[in-house]
């Protein structure tokens, strides 16, 4: 298309003025086209997404198991009973722990190994492919080959005991006390990567003009990460530390496929558990309720964390990501 | 980043052995954590090559002699190929309407002017604030009653309705930055609203599309919540679901069971490795717009 001068800008603008008698045809048949072009995201949105969160709250009055008539309206039962039920509140406690060590540990790790693989060296680009590999494999299979790794006398028991450290060795999935730390460890080793991958991107929109001028000025490499690279790259730690914590708190595949929320519910996270009592023993009512509370933690999160955390990162801030 | 101009890098031995150890440290905690990850795929990968006799016997070790046989026994078998089959029809279905319905979408949120625009825009960012975890009960009893059980499309249907509001909010931007005057010039030369849109936006829209499709095929293909509480019926069960159904079914046959995680891993393997820059810069600008 060849560049248009101010003339055919002009001629545009007058060809859309000429409306009079077919005004009225054309501005129906844009809303035609209008609904036409919409139509089709809206109504699935619609059908599969907003139909069935308000059905959520709803049904979570009930007391159902999805065969008889929704008639045994019982109030907020189901949340008293939810807030009774020590399953339940112990798996939230489980989504708060892996929660804090996801922050506490997971994410500075991914920052440190972010920090590392931005300096020059050969063989970092590998570093990063493999890095990131794990995200991209589905929870079940990574789950099916922990489950194995981790077996009673399996490969890493026979590791640790080949290394010296073999006083170290635990019943890793079956020790009520250790299950929760060991699914932390695998779902921190499937997604370290992608939170890297965050950090990477915010670092390369840090010019490295400021840290060369502060070294020039005497900064040293700590100086210069503590008070240039670290606050540049806020916005993006902040929203990684965001989609971590959001995470943590949908915890299901792996736990699922690695202990069913086992031994004894020492490892139930809120949709496993959410997910047993709701589909498997299909007590509806109950499930919805389990749901709307999960739904509703995640909601606060998201506001209170939107409004005191991320107000300050203003679109277009230095390190904003590009495409 | 820029540790070559320290001022102290004034070449002083100790300093200059300091910056070597410091680098020598750097590399072996970077390959210690590419092991951690690296090594437990190839247990999987050697494991299939040997037999569960092996495994037990040692459970790390090289395959002596190689065994062909739990891979090639499940590549000829049916369970395998029907679940990579519902997996690939699934993701390719998801990803095609995904993409289709966003971009249609994201055009008239982006460059129509009409009254409640903002209120449908709204609207669809406020499915970012709900997971499907919340949604998936009511949703189970829905796909009941639509007859979507057992059936990819209730499979297909609600993971693109959950993909919906991420795919808009990064294609509407980009929508908007196309200027104005090429939509005009297509008018003068007698293009219509859907002529601009198909042959002139979404061609040059290819990045913003290719991440869209990115993230749809890599979240579909690895999505596990929504197949196993719709698809009950082995028949129809996906890659995720095939791996756990088969390592319930040969608990004691370990080897087997690490040669199906091995196939089941290769897809999207290869799929990362041709497509790591799309794949990483897609999945990275997705959750950030997200």
Request: some cysteine; aromatic content about 12%.
């Amino acid at each position: 298309m060849a560049s248009n001068s101010a003339a055919t800008d002009r001629l545009a603008a007058g060809v859309r003025q000429d409306d009079g008698s077919a005004g009225r045809r054309r501005s129906l048949r844009q809303s035609a086209e209008i609904a036409l072009f919409l139509l089709p995201a809206l109504l699935l949105f619609i059908v599969f997404v907003l139909i069935p969160l308000v059905e959520a709250v709803y049904y979570s009055g009930f007391k159902w198991n999805g065969l008889e008539p929704l008639t045994n309206w019982i109030g907020f039962g189901n949340y008293q009973l939810a807030l009774a039920d020590k399953f339940f509140t112990g798996a939230i406690a489980h989504n708060v722990f892996i929660l804090a060590l996801s922050l506490g540990v997971q994410q500075p790790i991914a920052l440190a190994l972010a920090l590392a693989l931005t300096r020059n060296f050969r063989g970092r680009t590998f570093m990063r492919l493999v890095f990131f590999t794990p995200y991209v494999i589905s929870e079940a299979t990574i789950g099916v080959i922990w489950l194995l790794v981790l077996q009673p006398h399996g490969p890493l028991d026979q590791i640790l005991g080949a290394v010296g450290l073999g006083q170290f060795i635990q019943l890793w999935l079956a020790d009520r006390s250790i299950v929760l730390t060991t699914l932390f460890v695998v779902i921190s080793w499937q997604y370290f990567g992608f939170s890297m991958i965050l950090y990477m991107a915010g670092l390369t929109q840090i010019p490295t003009e400021l840290r060369e001028a502060a070294a020039i000025d005497g900064a040293s490499g700590a100086q210069g990460l503590r008070y240039i690279t670290l606050p540049l790259l806020g916005p993006t730690i902040r929203v990684a530390v965001f989609l971590s914590a959001i995470g943590s708190l949908q915890v299901f595949g792996l736990v699922f496929i690695m202990t069913s929320g086992g031994p004894f519910h020492a490892s139930d996270t809120m949709v496993t558990w959410m997910i047993e009592q709701g589909y498997t023993r299909t007590a509806l009512g109950y499930g919805a309720a389990m749901a709307v509370i999960l739904g509703a933690i995640g909601l606060l999160f998201s506001l209170l964390y939107q409004r005191f955390v991320l107000r300050r990162d203003i679109e277009g801030s230095i390190t904003s990501f590009a495409g | 980043m820029s540790i070559a101009i320290h001022p102290e890098s004034a070449p002083t031995s100790a300093g200059r052995a300091w910056r070597a150890i410091n680098r020598v440290l750097l590399y072996a905690i970077l390959v210690f954590v590419a092991a951690l990850v690296i090594v437990p795929m190839l247990y999987a990968v050697l494991s299939g090559f040997r037999s569960t006799g092996q495994l037990a016997a040692q459970p790390l070790g090289l395959p002596d002699p190689w065994i062909t046989s739990n891979y090639t026994e499940i590549l000829t078998s049916g369970p395998f190929w029907q679940a990579f089959g519902n997996s690939a029809i699934i993701a390719v279905l998801s990803t095609v309407i995904t993409l289709i319905t966003s971009s249609m979408a994201a055009f008239v949120l982006a460059r129509v002017q009409f009254r409640g625009r903002n209120a449908v825009f709204n609207l669809f960012t406020l499915g970012l604030l709900f997971p499907l975890s919340v949604a998936i009960l009511p949703l189970f009893l829905l796909l009941h009653d639509l007859h979507l059980l057992n059936n990819p499309w209730g499979v297909i249907l609600p993971s693109v309705a959950f993909g919906l509001p991420t795919s808009i909010i990064i294609l509407r931007p980009f929508f908007r930055s196309i200027p104005s005057e090429i939509e005009d010039a297509a008018g003068i030369d007698g293009c219509t609203r859907f002529g601009f849109y198909w042959r002139i936006l979404l061609p040059m829209s290819r990045p913003a599309l290719s991440t869209i499709a990115v993230l749809a095929i890599v979240s579909s293909w690895n999505a596990f919540l929504l197949p196993l509480v719709v698809l009950s019926n082995p028949d129809t069960h996906t890659l995720p679901l095939a791996v756990r159904d088969f390592s319930a079914q040969y608990t004691q046959d370990t080897a087997r069971v690490l040669a199906f995680a091995t196939l089941s891993m290769l897809p999207a393997l290869a799929f990362y490795i041709g497509a790591e820059r799309q794949i990483i810069a897609g999945l990275g600008s997705g959750a950030v717009k997200g």
